[in-house]
């Protein structure tokens, strides 16, 4: 204290001797420092803080909401980058202007939503640094070489998303049109990295794979190349094409039932039947990539699936059952509705096949939601012998979901091809052996699904599992490969008997693309705390325990609660996007279709749906 006291003395003069303010002050703030420092080198070191809350809101919730709403944008921003370039690349391949019109109009949107995306990125960062720094200085001495390659990447794709969007009109012609093509793809391989990167640090968590010697490199790669990070990956690319594509139907959908005029129906009947086939285009697989994911899960740790798939989480796998069978039936709906109104003369063609499909789809639905163990009381119980339904509880396994849904995945891969077909009259001199093969390929596949689901039952779990559920993804598989470049061939040369007319869909499917939307925003949601309770009361799996006051599984109506919150907040953020992206539309002549006239009532059919569709599939 002597010590400080002579130091104190000879601060004070030599403020008094100086003249300058600025000296002064910055000697002051050194003083002021000294008695801490003092104090500090006398006092124990302090605990390093490992958590941090809000009281009354909680530092759990509010993670919550702005990791879903940052993950909800970025697939936005992933999908639809890849639903505009597939869009541009038709419409540069076929000739037909209004596939690149929509792209850039799409692509428009780019802007304003990676800026929000990267605010909502940053606010995350700093929310998590806050929260849990114990948890975020672990991840960051593993994972610090992949956060530079990220940084470099977000470098990489801003640069390339700015010349892409600001490029478009300067390079239409010739080798500058190859060249901004060649821009739209490195703007969606940059797009991928960034979405694989920040996957490994989210797959370390649930699946973690640690090595405690070897360089900075080698370590960050071990954690990285976990045993769930390429399920997640590819899980991810395909929701999030489906994002992106029923985002921009919804957007369409929108658009049309607010339309003034022809030409405004026209066109956004047409984007919305776009946005609803690439939605469509990635449903279909996407419960393929889901039971990979649930596969590896397991096989890394059986009880971390137990949780998922028996135990209390398994809850979730009903609501994803009825949200997923709305989305089909919505996605169908919308097929059947474009077969009956925009293709004059096919409403009693296809009244029988339509309603076939849809008994179909509701029994699969119904079996799907059925639930393994009910909830009943005692009495209840009793009735039954147990808590399984002595009739209905065969449907509540693996074995029964996995069969219906292969089947409603047919049925709407049908619906696909009907409409596909529809209007037209093949000419091909095989056309008849053609689609004898095709409509025995059909039912021969279904059988098997049915009969593999069947014996699924009589097994062994392992080989139902390893053996029997995946030859029924691959017979599914192998329709879809069969038919679809066979129904290509005929329609190359089929004749046009009825005109495709545009802008003639009832309001209802402009409600059906809106609920498609919101559907897929709420399975995101309910996946999303699916997969971070399965690590129960672990911030890393097995590996750093939660100690805070937080470490239990939210209820199931709680965490409801929050998914139906982060869809609302989702779905405005994304219509105040739109909103700000098309101020500029107004008072404009043309709506996305180019100039006045280009998209006519009797838009033939080979213009506007198989041919151009053929090549979309392509």
Not at 309 to 317: A, K, N, R, V
Not at 373 to 392: D, F, N
Request: proline content about 4%.
């Amino acid at each position: 204290m002597r010590h400080q006291g002579g130091l104190i003395q000879r601060v004070i003069q030599t403020i008094r001797g100086s003249r300058g303010i600025l000296a002064g002050l910055m000697v002051a703030a050194g003083l002021f420092a000294l008695p801490s420092f003092g104090l500090a080198a006398d006092a124990a070191p302090a605990v390093a803080t490992e958590y941090r809350d809000i009281p009354g809101i909680g530092s759990r919730n509010i993670v919550w909401v702005i990791a879903q709403l940052h993950l909800l944008l970025a697939g936005f921003v992933l999908g639809v980058p890849i639903f505009a370039w597939l869009c541009e690349v038709v419409g540069w391949k076929s000739g037909e202007k209004r596939y690149d019109k929509l792209a850039k109009e799409f692509t428009k949107l780019l802007t304003s939503s990676y800026a929000t995306t990267a605010l909502f990125g940053g606010i995350l960062l700093f929310l998590l640094i806050a929260f849990y720094p114990k948890l975020m200085n672990y991840l960051t001495d593993i994972f610090f070489p992949s956060f530079i390659f990220y940084c470099i990447l977000f470098l990489l794709e801003t640069a390339t998303l700015y010349l892409y969007w600001y490029g478009w009109d300067a390079m239409q012609d010739g080798g500058k049109k190859t060249f901004h093509i060649f821009l739209g793809f490195l703007l969606n391989l940059f797009a991928f990295f960034i979405m694989i990167v920040p996957n490994s640090w989210a797959t370390f968590q649930a699946s973690p794979v640690v090595i405690a010697e070897g360089t900075d490199l080698q370590r960050a790669w071990a954690a990285t190349w976990n045993p769930t990070w390429w399920p997640v990956n590819i899980h991810r690319l395909i929701a999030n094409v489906v994002l992106g594509g029923y985002i921009c139907g919804a957007y369409a959908g929108i658009r049309y039932l607010a339309a003034r005029n022809a030409e405004e129906r026209d066109h956004y009947d047409w984007m919305g039947y776009v946005g609803n086939f690439i939605g469509v285009f990635g449903l279909l697989p996407l419960p393929f990539a889901g039971y990979w994911l649930m596969r590896e899960i397991y096989q890394y740790n059986q009880q971390m699936g137990i949780t998922l798939m028996g135990g209390f989480l398994s809850w979730l796998f009903i609501l994803q059952a009825m949200l997923i069978g709305v989305l089909f039936l919505g996605s169908n709906y919308y097929f059947w509705l474009g077969i009956t109104h925009r293709i004059p003369g096919s409403e009693g063609q296809y009244k029988k096949p339509i309603m076939a499909m849809l008994v179909i789809l509701l029994l699969c639905l119904g079996v799907w939601m059925t639930p393994h163990s009910l909830v009943a009381s005692l009495e209840e119980a009793r009735k039954m012998g147990g808590t399984h339904h002595p009739l209905l509880g065969v449907f509540g396994v693996m074995s029964a979901k996995m069969t219906v849904a292969n089947l409603m995945i047919l049925v709407t891969f049908m619906s696909f091809i009907m409409y596909w077909r529809a209007g037209k009259q093949e000419t091909a001199t095989w056309a008849k052996v053609a689609r004898a093969v095709m409509g025995a390929v059909l039912v021969i596949a279904a059988l098997a699904v049915i009969v593999l689901g069947v014996w699924g039952y009589f097994v062994p779990a392992i080989i139902r599992i390893n053996y029997f559920s995946t030859s029924q993804v691959l017979i599914v598989l192998f329709v879809m490969l069969t038919i679809t470049p066979l129904t290509a061939l005929l329609l190359k040369s089929a004749r046009t008997t009825t005109e495709m007319v545009w802008g003639r869909m009832p309001p209802r499917a402009g409600y059906a693309l809106v609920l498609n939307a919101v559907m897929v925003i709420l399975l995101m949601t309910l996946m999303g705390y699916a997969r971070s309770s399965s690590r129960v009361h672990w911030h890393i799996y097995g590996v750093m325990r939660d100690s805070s006051q937080y470490a239990f599984s939210p209820a199931l109506g709680y965490a409801a609660a929050f998914m139906a919150l982060n869809t609302f907040l989702f779905c405005m953020l994304v219509a105040f996007i739109f909103w700000v992206a098309t101020m500029g539309d107004k008072g404009k002549a043309g709506y996305g279709g180019g100039a006045k006239g280009e998209l006519p009532h009797g838009m033939p059919a080979m213009a506007g749906g198989s041919q151009s569709l053929s090549k979309l599939k392509g």
